[in-house]
């Protein structure tokens, strides 16, 4: 079975809502299937997991966001969800290999890249790891 319109649509749904909090349970409203059946449709068809692709468009659009504007860290935390800083800066350097101070100062290009057929967005930064190879 073909499940293009359901990755399309769950796309869809987060480049629009990505800035504060995406709602896994909002998505599979939005999509009309149940959460599960999403879950496991968006990670067989990807080969990641929902929340995980959440948590990285999530991660390009702050990084975009700290490239482009004055914000405090705190203010893009907020702005993306996260009630703390702390947990912010946590996720980012995880997905970034930069905390997301380090990442501002850098001023690394970022790259758009293809989410699915029609949706464009942000590339989440290159590892610090992976750049150096």
């Not at 987060?14 to 959460?35: C, K, N, Y």
């Not at 948590?55 to 703390?84: I, N, P, W």
Request: with cysteine; net charge positive.
């Amino acid at each position: 079975m073909d499940h293009y319109v359901l990755i399309w649509s769950v796309c869809m749904y987060v480049e629009s809502r990505v800035q504060g909090e995406v709602s896994l349970g909002d998505i599979a409203v939005h999509t009309g299937f149940s959460l599960p059946h999403v879950r496991e449709v968006f990670r067989n068809q990807t080969g990641k997991p929902l929340v995980r692709y959440v948590q990285e468009r999530q991660m390009a659009h702050a990084a975009q966001m700290l490239l482009h504007t004055d914000a405090s860290v705190l203010d893009v935390a907020l702005q993306y969800g996260y009630a703390s800083r702390d947990v912010f800066s946590r996720t980012f350097r995880r997905l970034t290999g930069y905390t997301p101070t380090a990442f501002r100062a850098a001023r690394l290009p970022l790259a758009r890249v293809k989410l699915c057929a029609g949706v464009y967005g942000p590339a989440l930064p290159k590892k610090r790891e992976e750049q150096s190879k």
